[in-house]
């Protein structure tokens, strides 16, 4: 495992941490199979972007500008950088909070020592491996921390497998749109492509990338189920609404007690603190080789840009407390304009013949990618009516 556990553990932040205790509690098991639903689609171009990376020494971002041009290329990549660095707060906060709910202190001293701590490690000469590592402890801490509890609560069946067949309660549609938004992530999805060449796999290592972006998205989709099923079990029985961290740690109550929300905050932090690092090492690297850096991660420009995304973050979350709305509006505004678009851009490359010579998208690969891509669309769409009219 590598490129794929990064992945899972970038995209699975404070925010989807929230958004699964919140569904849970609101409304039991019945959302359960839009966390399922995500997954698949995130695995689908997560392994289409893996092989492309595959497919050649360069990077996606430069076979994108061979094709369409340098203003496509810088686009996605200003794009992303903008889009992650105005979103980067949130994570700043979430480890600021962790650690301020958990001794009772002001959060602001955390996020400014987490953050010297992230920065710190981007200049360890062996920096990929490093983040590999650090990925794979953090989601093994969050895994045993859920399976524990679900063995504890001991689930209902029945409303586990009602909730796998697709039901729309009233009143949940923001829930679901934010929840498969969060979970398919279609940048952490491009970014794969750079994750494989970092790890220096060629195609012949189409096996085992395959693999390797299965099973960390199914690990993302899995962690994510059952933190809806734990809060379900928990929450939704005790009619606890998720308003604060200290509410979502009382669904770990049946495992641990009093000690709860020691080890939920200490979740909590290893799901802001991988986000924290994976989406400012995305940016940058996006961000570096639009501008011509290139994006490997031992790029000391690269590393700089990665170094400003988590010092913009720390600095908003300090100043503000939280997320602004007009930041918030900002980054909706770009999302909306740059997902679909790299939606396109990923199955217009992985059907390139010339490109991807045998590792080309075969004819179900196209048809599952062309219903992820009308799901971004739908998703974009509705994002823009909420946001502008």
Avoid: C
Wanted: charged share 10%; net charge positive.
């Amino acid at each position: 495992m590598g490129p794929g556990i990064i992945t899972a553990a970038l995209v699975f932040g404070p925010g989807s941490l929230t958004l699964a205790s919140k569904i849970g509690s609101l409304y039991a098991y019945q959302l359960l199979w839009v966390g399922i639903v995500a997954a698949f689609f995130m695995i689908v171009f997560t392994r289409m972007a893996a092989r492309i990376g595959l497919s050649g020494e360069a990077t996606l971002l430069t076979v994108i500008r061979d094709k369409w041009g340098k203003l496509i290329s810088a686009f996605i990549g200003i794009g992303v950088f903008l889009v992650v660095a105005s979103f980067q707060a949130g994570n700043s906060i979430g480890v600021g909070i962790a650690f301020a709910e958990l001794y009772n202190t002001s959060p602001a001293p955390w996020i400014i020592g987490i953050t010297a701590l992230g920065i710190g490690l981007l200049f360890f000469t062996s920096f990929y491996k490093i983040l590999e590592k650090v990925m794979m402890i953090l989601v093994g801490l969050m895994l045993v921390a859920f399976v524990g509890t679900l063995i504890m609560v001991k689930p209902d069946l029945g409303g586990i497998l009602s909730g796998l067949v697709p039901t729309v309660p009233d009143g949940s549609e923001i829930l679901i749109i934010a929840f498969v938004a969060s979970s398919f992530s279609i940048v952490g999805a491009f970014y794969q492509s750079y994750l494989v060449q970092e790890r220096g796999w060629k195609s012949d290592h189409l096996q085992k990338a395959s693999r390797d972006s299965t099973v960390g998205i199914v690990l993302l989709g899995l962690i994510g189920t059952m933190v809806v099923i734990s809060a379900a079990a928990v929450l939704h029985v005790q009619s606890i609404d998720v308003k604060s961290a200290t509410d979502m740690a009382k669904a770990l109550e049946p495992l641990l007690g009093s000690q709860a929300k020691s080890l939920f905050m200490y979740g909590m932090f290893g799901a802001s603190f991988s986000s924290l690092i994976g989406n400012a090492t995305i940016g940058g690297s996006l961000l570096g080789d639009a501008l011509g850096f290139k994006s490997q991660l031992h790029s000391t420009r690269v590393r700089l840009l990665i170094a400003l995304i988590m010092i913009l973050g720390a600095t908003v979350a300090i100043v503000f407390g939280k997320l602004p709305l007009e930041l918030i509006v900002f980054a909706q505004g770009i999302t909306i304009l740059i997902v679909p678009f790299i939606g396109i851009a990923i199955l217009a490359v992985a059907n390139d013949g010339l490109q991807m010579g045998t590792l080309k998208n075969t004819t179900l690969q196209n048809i599952l990618g062309a219903v992820g891509l009308l799901i971004l669309l739908g998703l974009a769409i509705t994002n823009a009516r909420t946001l502008f009219f």
